[in-house]
């Protein structure tokens, strides 16, 4: 659950491993603060969620950092760090290509969208079920559902030309 | 291009090597914790140093007699005039 959540933000074994990792030792450390009343699945999926979205954006900044030092300090002028290969043991060999090229759109959607999107179109999720993890109202996840389909589906449309 | 395509993802299994990492982080973030006692103990420390600090200071600043004082309690003209 929470290896094929994080695969699903990276598209990336290393760093989904990395990010359950991460989220277990969260789990750990704030069983204390857990509060019983609300379901344990629905807890983790929250720690997965917010856990790849920092692990994204700290690596964005990563990326941002090493392309400044390679800019001033590296003759060769390469990046440091090469960007993370599409590598999503949980998609098939013939559509490889296609899904790569849409995850592609879907990062570059807002986080609560991608949110709403991962969850309800590649997990599997209801609605009902997202709601309680994002903690807004049902009609919400819709709305962000549909916002997300509209906004991918023009991006795809105008990459294809 | 459709995204209908996402419909097609599978669910995966974790590493199996996956599981002992997560025991081994659990561990090593258990360990690097700092015990409550030793952190108050720090804390402590550090705010009595500060205490002491900041108190000598204040002592010598109000214990510190301007020059003038000092010029006039030793008979010396305490500016630069020849005629009082």
């Known amino acids: 659950m ?3 959540l994080a695969l699903q933000y990276v598209q990336n074994t290393e760093d989904a491993e990395e990010i359950t990792q991460d989220v277990f030792v969260s789990v750990f450390q704030s069983l204390d603060n857990f509060k019983l009343e609300s379901n344990v699945a629905t807890w983790i999926y929250r720690i997965t969620i917010n856990k790849s979205l920092d692990h994204i954006k700290s690596k964005q900044r990563k990326k941002r950092f090493s392309f400044l030092t390679s800019l001033f300090f590296d ?3 390469e990046l440091r760090h090469d960007p993370p290969e599409f590598n999503h043991p949980g998609v ?3 559509n490889k290509e296609a899904i790569e090229h849409i995850f592609k759109h879907i990062n570059q959607l807002p986080d609560n969208q991608k949110t709403a999107l991962i969850l309800h179109k590649i997990e599997q999720m209801t609605q009902t079920e997202v709601a309680e993890i994002m903690e ?5 996840v819709e709305s962000l559902i549909q916002r997300a389909k509209t906004k991918l589906s023009a991006t795809l449309r105008l990459s294809e030309g | 291009m459709n995204i209908d395509y996402l419909d097609t993802i599978r669910k995966v299994d974790a590493p199996p090597y996956l599981f002992t990492r997560i025991q081994q982080k659990i561990r090593d973030s258990h360990s690097a914790t700092v015990p409550k006692k030793f952190a108050w103990a720090v804390a402590l420390s550090c705010f009595v140093v500060l205490y002491v600090n900041i108190s000598a ?3 010598t600043t109000e214990s510190y007699k301007p020059t003038t004082n000092i010029a006039q309690s030793m008979d010396l003209m305490p500016n630069n005039s020849f005629y009082k």
């Open chain 1, 2 to 4: 929470v290896y094929n």
């Open chain 1, 75 to 77: 003759d060769s002028s």
């Open chain 1, 92 to 94: 098939q060999l013939e």
């Open chain 1, 136 to 140: 807004i109202t049902p009609k919400a």
């Open chain 2, 57 to 59: 200071v204040l002592y």
